[in-house]
């Protein structure tokens, strides 16, 4: 019943920027792989204008000249090797995994190999230059580039889908408080016919028409109730308090006998006494009331509903068998507005709110049915 903007906005910005950003994702990439490219390229080219330079200072060098000093450079290393692969001469601090002609790589070193002619430069056949060189700009480039685009995707997308959705916020509102003051409509005319029913019965006597009359009633009640909480639902802290348990559900049962009593059903209730547990009374007449009622709604005409309550060592069982139709889809029947069987009415919300309930409450519960013969209802209270 509650319809927050704020949370849809943010709920839905985030799903479409996630998929826009996956969509974007691809040229980003791509834009990347070439920049890497170029700097790969960049890099390759000074390697090879580096081993040009150093080629240059050994063609200049006089053999008359006793030493021969070799260049040597902050950004980078250099190696004379011979045809062996041995070091003539090494300024490096790694080992080349590779000495054919070209431009190579070995972690964050690059390295260029140049073949030098035979007989030349102090016997040496190869030229090695190597720099250190890390793509950290780029990388850093192109994570600025993607958090810039995600944080315009969430705020665009956010501020659009805000925007879209206040007229239903409006309208879910107006909707809302209609229900609220429709509810508190029905409940005073739905007590009244409560009361002058039983009144009447009281000094008059029961006949047919009258049972008709107070198991609509309290049908239409059940249906109220659950609208109630509903609309309650996350609006009021639920309080919690110790129930005895029997007695409580002997009071719904006695509540429903009159519904029971239409169709000729027989509600045979065996419930352990003495069983106390901290819980919610609205809660627990919700679990109770709509496994009840629907037990009656399903059931064939003079037909018995066994409701039974005891213990165990993982904790309190209440179960709810009737002899019935059955349930032929037990996994549809938890999902809101279904119904098995519209011919028998109701909104499809009962047994919706029952869901919710043991999930929060961590109840377990094991429905068995089987077309025709009937369905159990098996809750275990941890």
Do not use: C, W
């Not at 049972?211 to 009021?236: C, E, F, P, W």
Request: proline letters at 2%; zero cysteines; aromatic letters at 14%.
């Amino acid at each position: 019943m509650i319809f927050n903007t704020d949370a849809f906005a943010k709920k839905y910005a985030l799903r479409y920027t996630l998929i826009l950003a996956v969509l974007l994702m691809a040229p980003l990439v791509v834009y990347v792989g070439l920049l890497l490219q170029i700097d790969n390229a960049k890099v390759k080219l000074a390697l090879e204008n580096q081993s040009k330079q150093i080629i240059n200072s050994m063609q200049k060098y006089d053999n008359s000249e006793k030493v021969y000093h070799f260049p040597r450079y902050k950004a980078y290393k250099a190696a004379l090797y011979d045809n062996k692969y041995q070091a003539i001469f090494s300024t490096l601090d790694f080992t080349p995994n590779a000495f054919t002609e070209g431009f190579h790589k070995k972690g964050n070193h690059f390295y260029y190999i140049y073949t030098l002619p035979e007989g030349y430069y102090f016997g040496a056949n190869y030229l090695l230059v190597s720099t250190t060189h890390m793509a950290n700009k780029i990388y850093y480039f192109a994570a600025l580039i993607m958090i810039a685009i995600v944080l315009a995707l969430f705020a665009f997308s956010f501020l659009l889908l805000r925007n879209f959705s206040k007229p239903f916020e409006k309208l879910n509102n107006q909707l809302d408080n209609f229900i609220k003051d429709s509810m508190h409509e029905i409940n005073t005319p739905l007590s009244i016919i409560n009361l002058n029913a039983d009144l009447f019965a009281n000094k008059y006597g029961n006949n047919k028409y009258l049972q008709r009359m107070k198991a609509a009633s309290k049908t239409l009640a059940t249906i109220y109730n659950d609208m109630d909480y509903l609309v309650k639902q996350g609006r009021i802290k639920r309080t919690y308090t110790k129930i005895n348990f029997g007695e409580f559900i002997q009071n719904r049962v006695d509540y429903f006998q009159e519904v029971a009593h239409l169709k000729e059903i027989t509600l045979q209730a065996n419930l352990e006494d003495d069983i106390i547990h901290t819980f919610s009374k609205t809660k627990l007449q919700r679990i109770v009331d709509n496994t009840i009622s629907n037990a009656i709604k399903y059931s064939h005409h003079q037909s018995t509903v066994d409701i039974l309550l005891y213990t165990e060592e993982n904790g309190i069982v209440f179960i709810v068998e009737d002899y019935g139709i059955g349930i032929e889809n037990v996994d549809k029947i938890f999902s809101r507005y279904y119904r098995e069987n519209e011919s028998k009415g109701g909104f499809g919300i009962g047994l919706n709110i029952v869901k919710q309930i043991i999930e929060e409450e961590e109840i377990t519960l094991n429905v068995t049915s089987e077309v025709q013969k009937g369905t159990i209802f098996k809750y275990l209270f941890k």
